[in-house]
């Protein structure tokens, strides 16, 4: 069972209106289903844009690795 929807970079806005990235890491059981772990980090961010490229420089993301919430 694959479940490609979950993206490793998770952008969120919080009540104050910052950013927030936070990098999940989706492993598999030996039934096949998901298990999703997140790190939020430490840094906000006053764009979502400005997270998406603090990803790319720290992480090595690409494009469609996000999912905004």
Not at 7 to 25: A, K, S, W, Y
Not at 37 to 61: C, D, H, L, S, Y
Request: aromatic share 12%.
């Amino acid at each position: 069972m694959s479940d490609n929807s979950t993206r490793p970079f998770l952008i969120n806005q919080d009540g104050e209106g910052h950013f927030r990235l936070t990098v999940r890491d989706v492993r598999y059981n030996s039934q096949g289903y998901p298990i999703v772990t997140g790190v939020m980090q430490a840094e906000q961010f006053p764009t979502a844009a400005a997270a998406k490229t603090w990803a790319r420089t720290n992480f090595n993301a690409k494009a469609g690795q996000y999912a905004l919430k």
